[in-house]
């Protein structure tokens, strides 16, 4: 029962509190960006249309810029900054002469890979290009992790993909999202949150369109 509770506990956070922020900040890019924002748009316009006007799985998964939108906000805010991990057998990392030993508690920086510059250059830029086919073949797959990745990566991935798309289909295939003066440029990150939060409100103005 307890580990029943604590699996139930983990769905709801991980599941709705983080696609909640990512959401959040891929409008807050979004209203940042215009011409992003426009081409996101027409992309869910089009795909839309040819589905008549219903919000499948299908019509979801076909939204190839909407998912590179939604990378690369996850790249600029990982909805975890940091991952813990305990070693489970002795190794010396690769390319260094440094052991760990078994049983080491590990934390990898998460929000420090997706900014780190020799892996996407310029990484404060929202750049939803960065994950076409060929520049992610360029890199190693676990300098992008909002998601974990081996035997312990999140198992509600794919339900957070969907849940963040059809949220932001839902919201910019009828408004348009400008920034408000009262959000802060950049954003400034909650210190005490376990997952990745602004610590500021954010602000935008919602238009119809």
Request: proline residues 8%; neutral net charge.
């Amino acid at each position: 029962m307890a580990e029943a509770t604590a699996q139930s506990y983990v769905f709801f956070v991980a599941g709705f509190e983080t696609s909640s922020m990512t959401a959040t900040f891929a409008l807050y890019e979004l209203a940042l960006h215009q011409d992003i924002q426009e081409k996101v748009r027409k992309e869910i316009d089009e795909i839309l249309t040819k589905y008549c006007n219903d919000l499948t799985y299908d019509a979801v998964n076909e939204m190839a810029y909407l998912h590179k939108v939604v990378n690369e906000t996850m790249r600029k805010y990982p909805p975890l900054p940091m991952l813990n991990r305990i070693c489970t057998k002795e190794l010396i990392l690769p390319t260094t002469n440094i052991c760990v030993p078994e049983g080491t508690l590990v934390t990898i920086p998460v929000l420090g890979l997706h900014r780190d510059p020799s892996i996407y250059p310029d990484p404060d830029k929202f750049d939803p290009e960065r994950f076409n086919a060929d520049k992610i073949e360029k890199r190693h797959p676990y300098t992008y992790l909002p998601f974990g990745e081996g035997p312990r990566n999140c198992i509600g991935s794919r339900f957070g993909y969907v849940l963040t798309k059809v949220g932001l289909v839902s919201l910019l295939s009828k408004y348009k999202f400008k920034l408000d003066p009262r959000t802060p440029v950049p954003l400034v990150f909650h210190e005490k949150y376990l997952t990745l939060a602004a610590k500021d409100d954010v602000y935008l103005i919602v238009e119809p369109r």
